[in-house]
């Protein structure tokens, strides 16, 4: 499923955080120990359009500059207040299936991006 705000596509934004984690990250082969800058998304309950294909939770999703400024400049408390979902008539399922843009084998054509 392709979630978008409208058929039109305009940008929205996901809500996420950096968090120093320390442990070990890498594959089994190139191990890395140590602490690491984690990247989050952070989620809320689904609203009506993502809940009957994910019923656990859907990322929340900022959608004017004035969200994107309070998010990244506010203070928690403040910011905090964004994690809701949006209301069911701000999002809908735009497309179905695989990507029409990528070959059926899942391989990304040359000169395009995943």
């Known amino acids: 499923m392709w979630f978008a705000?409208?058929?039109d596509r305009p940008l929205a934004a996901f809500a996420g955080i950096w968090r120093p984690w320390t442990g070990v990250r890498g594959t089994k082969a190139e191990p890395v120990e140590g602490e690491h800058l984690l990247y989050s998304f952070l989620t809320s309950e689904p609203n009506g359009v993502v809940g009957p294909i994910h019923p656990k939770a859907m990322p929340v999703i900022l959608?004017?500059?004035?969200?994107?400024?309070?998010w990244l400049t506010a203070p928690a408390e403040v910011a905090l207040k964004l994690q809701r979902p949006l209301p069911d008539n701000m999002l809908e399922i735009v497309a179905e299936g695989a990507r029409s843009d990528q070959p059926e084998d899942g391989q990304v054509a040359a000169g395009s991006h995943a």
């Open 63 to 70: 959608t004017t500059p004035e969200e994107y400024e309070t």
């Open 5 to 7: 705000l409208n058929k």
